[in-house]
């Protein structure tokens, strides 16, 4: 069963805008939320994480994200996109015993 | 990197025909992690591992076992490789409670 949503397949955007990748999440108690990156031919490498505290997580590569409670969201953020964070994106988060679930992650697009 | 290895990198095999891959870690991580990646459905769990000979299935299991004689090592085995199998593997390996995982490189097995 899937804990972390990913609308959106694709994300495109020009390079120096905003970039938002979303993430919605179902699970019961204190949600445990990651997001990691993919480059071409790659494993995932990690990029941030929220366990508790601020609600404002950075990490890394200029990468930011924001728990909202209220909206069970985990959306991904960059004030400025590089041509260089074209990846595939995934949010992902632990539920029943000790399992880690991801979405079916987000293709970001950066135009020149 | 954190020290995951998996092999092999490539693997080409026959329809009936048993194969299986290894994931060694350096790291003596507890928790072990098998997911296959296939377009359109993001990473899913096929089983995982929270200590020696403890193993777990995932949401994807059927097909597959595992096994794990010792920390470093966690074995995925397809005993009849089907058409439905051709994918690209992945391991991950986690320390701590709701500390992030870290990915293998991925395997890519091809079963014609």
């Known amino acids: 069963a899937q804990s972390v949503a990913q609308p959106e397949d694709q994300v495109n955007v020009a390079e120096g805008n905003p970039l938002t990748v979303k993430c919605t999440y179902s699970v019961s108690g204190n949600p445990y939320l990651f997001w990691y990156v993919q480059y071409p031919n790659r494993g995932l490498q990690f990029l941030l994480k929220y366990i508790t505290g601020d609600n404002l997580v950075k990490g890394s590569y200029g990468f930011e994200a924001e728990f909202n409670k209220s909206q069970t969201s985990f959306h991904l953020k960059k004030p400025s996109a590089l041509v260089s964070d074209s990846a595939l994106y995934f949010c992902a988060t632990y539920y029943g015993n000790n399992r880690l679930a991801f979405g079916k992650g987000n293709q970001v697009v950066v135009i020149p | 990197d954190a020290g995951i290895t998996q092999s092999p990198r490539h693997k080409v095999t026959e329809t009936g025909t048993p194969v299986t891959l290894r994931c060694h870690q350096t790291e003596n991580h507890r928790y072990m992690y098998w997911y296959r990646q296939d377009p359109g459905h993001g990473l899913r769990l096929i089983h995982y591992?929270?200590?020696?000979?403890?193993?777990d299935k995932g949401e994807v299991s059927d097909g597959y076992s595992v096994s794990r004689s010792k920390t470093e090592d966690f074995l995925l085995t397809l005993e009849s490789a089907t058409s439905s199998q051709t994918s690209v593997y992945f391991c991950a390996i986690r320390g701590e409670l709701n500390t992030e995982a870290f990915f293998g490189q991925g395997t890519r097995l091809t079963v014609v």
């Open positions: 591992s929270y200590g020696v000979k403890d193993t």
